[in-house]
């Protein structure tokens, strides 16, 4: 065994030589001469077809071969709480017998696709607008749908009925229904087992309803229990209500009252209220609004209904607001805003309240595009993008945060949501990629890229494709700020520039070209990436938004031939004057290199506490020298005064192992 005596150490040094290549690569050298660093994937998600208009053609049965391109599309798609079922309905224009339209099944990976207009009653008024939203229950075993039966020649009733899956079993729901179209908007609990029916008169009563499955409809509260201007021409009246949504969990039922008809800029008469079963009722906050939303279907809530979204409109002058409230306390944290003359954004929570689904406008000059916001972070992540197809109906998320479904139209057809698409915002190493092409790698051959004039740096994307790589149409990068295509202030053009066109976006290339080292090898690649200059004040604002150094987010889409698409995301730094690596962790006696990146020459280099650690420049490398156990923050400037910060911590030495001494008899 090797022993160490006294106080004699052996010193190891270490040093990091970068090439003079890497050293310069932000000045704009070739990429062959430099380092490549490989780019942390921070987000990846598949979206993939699960279901096109072929899938769903060979009805109506007097006219089943009317497959044109515009004649079908998928519409009011959800899934079942535990992701395994999806549930959609389908329509079927200019047939012979006229506008059909069916719900349909399907397994969440595709399979088992399952008519089941068999719901519909034999009397249903019409399979194009005689049936109202659907519902499944978490488990994919049931779902619901509220329909309108003739009697007599006119609409007699509307009713909820059932159909198990995938036995095909129908029937009512509920014992009694709703006279003539009245109660059209209804919700469930997460086990199906009990209704909200939203708002209804029933002629005694006008209030709002639930009702436990195969049971009578159960009065919750009726308005007139509610607050109420004698002043208004409609006191407590129930077209002053609006059902806005329900929790899956604890039975609170969400709605909005205005007590007062006339509503003004400076008159503001309505609010969200919830109320439990027993007709225990309260607003969320002590404010009322000019105006107040809708709700949404897919969640106004959390489950648990502890916390619910709160869309509004202050007065007729003020933007459109959505918080998130605390239904118990009434705190509120803003998520999201569009200005008073807008397509406000459509929102809902997830079920486990941690994040809430945003698409349409946002801010000033912004766009949702299928935002994931975090409400614990902060954080947001576009889901959808400006370069995949637009989207249509998109459905609710499933309960663990990760699935959720999407119609859009295909290639050839604009007029029509004609594929239905599952997104898989956190795939799992093979989730999906049987399917969708695959991101594998990210690299760049700069850790930052330097906002001069001629620099620029080489991306590539290395990507795979089970059905090989010739099926794979395109690869595009593109840009984000803070995890958003559009964010919500006035940015203008994104602060990357790409010199062919300068669309805010390029193509990535296995063709030998744009840097490209060797064609179809899947290594797409492109080899002009820097940074926007000029007009800081205008259209290229983000570097007057953020001050350098700081990162950008960078997109990665693969599309491949069967219109799957994967999206993966990372970050580029943009600096003036940067440094690899960032962070030293040294002993006393050792010796490092730092490399510089930058176009400022000459450099110079101070240590905050020179005792710990002590270090020179040579041309465009910091050599680093640790003296004694501390912390020392080395600062390197350029020419123009830019600055970036090295912190080295210098470690005591650890004494090394020593051997185990057995004493014996």
Known sequence: MQTIS????????????????????????????????????????????????????????????????????????????????????????????????????????????QDASAVF????????????NMRINDAGSRFFVKVQRYEYGVIDETQVNYFDIPAGTVGRAQADGFVGNGGWWFNINATGSRFYDGKYDNGPSEGFWYTNFGGSKTLIFDVASLPCDPASVLCDDLNLAAFLGSSAQNDRTFFRWTHKLDKTSTGNRSAMWVSDLAGNKHRLTNKEHYWVWDGD????????????????THTSDDPYQVFVVDVESGSEQLVTWSPPVSNYPDTFMTRSGRYVLAAGESGDYGFHYQTLIDLDTGTERDTWSWFLPPFWEVSNITNDDRYYYVTTPPPDSTAYAQLLYRVDTAPTANADFAQAPNVTAIQCNAPALIHADGVTVTFTAQVADAQGLSNIDWVNLSVLVDGREAPPWSMGRVPLAFPAGDPGSTRLYDDGTHGDAVAGDGIFTFDAVATRKGDYEGFNTWYSHFSLPHDVGIRIIAKDKDQNYTIADTRLTVAYIYSQPRALSMEPGESRQVAIFGVGAPYAVTSSNPNVARATVSETRVNVTALRPGRATLTIQDASSNTVPVTVTVNSRSMPALPLLLLTD
């Open 297 to 312: 279907w897919r969640g106004v809530s959390n489950g648990a209904g502890s916390k619910a979204l709160y869309g509004r």
């Open 121 to 132: 009653p034999a009397d249903l008024v019409s399979r194009s607008w005689g049936w109202g």
């Open 6 to 113: 006294g106080s004699r150490w052996s010193i190891l040094v270490f040093a990091i030589w970068l090439s003079a290549g890497l050293a310069v690569v932000a000045a704009g050298s070739s990429p062959a001469l430099a380092a490549w660093y490989s780019k942390t994937v921070e987000h990846k998600q598949t979206n993939t077809v699960i279901l096109d208009r072929e899938d769903i053609k060979g009805w109506p049965e007097n006219d089943p071969d009317h497959m044109y391109s515009n004649d079908r599309q998928f519409t009011g798609v959800t899934v079942s709480g535990g992701g395994t079922k999806v549930l959609f309905s389908a329509c079927a224009y200019y047939t012979a017998g006229g506008t059909e339209c069916r719900p349909f099944v399907v397994n969440s990976n595709s399979t088992g696709l």
